[in-house]
């Protein structure tokens, strides 16, 4: 870091640090090392590791890890007021997660095509236009009868009707 840096960029390489922190765990556990942190104001208020291995699970990415404990324990969906610090950029589902809890900004260390060149599965926001060889989709099986239960379980939601209210 450079005395010179801005104080913004100071605290985004402090937060990204941390998030080194958990890659350099996950690592340590033999695990990808892709480690992310939550943060709030100017406060890491969580940290999370990649444990697809420990787990065994293919969704327990350090993102997804984070998202879903930090949801948990502060019994909330919205997470507006965070940023996101990461090691490696989201693959598609930690960035759909990270949407779907409402951040704004999500900082990122490596290019995910730095991972791809190992596993050859890593799936980026940009190639998903050209993707080819991954599961096809096929919709509109019983759509209707589909439909109608999401539309059952939306006019059951509290406020508008619409959705959880977040």
Not at 22 to 42: E, I, K, N, T
Not at 108 to 121: D, L, N, V, W
């Amino acid at each position: 870091m450079s005395n010179a840096a801005h104080p913004a960029q100071i605290a985004r390489e402090q937060f990204m640090l941390a998030a080194l922190d958990q890659a350099r765990r996950s690592f340590a556990a033999g695990g990808p090392p892709v480690g992310a942190c939550l943060v709030r104001g100017d406060s890491v208020v969580a940290r999370a590791a990649n444990a697809v291995i420990a787990e065994m699970d293919v969704t327990a990415h350090a993102e997804m890890m984070l998202l879903r404990n930090h949801c948990r324990d502060t019994r909330s969906l919205n997470l507006a007021d965070y940023d996101l610090y990461v090691t490696l950029e989201p693959c598609l589902m930690c960035f759909s997660a990270s949407q779907y809890a409402g951040i704004k900004h999500i900082y990122f260390g490596a290019p995910i095509s730095s991972m791809h060149r190992y596993t050859g599965s890593e799936i980026s926001l940009d190639s998903m236009k050209s993707r080819s060889g991954g599961p096809s989709l096929h919709g509109g099986i019983l759509e209707a009868e589909c439909i109608a239960l999401v539309d059952k379980w939306g006019r059951l939601q509290p406020g508008t009707g619409q959705g959880l209210d977040r």
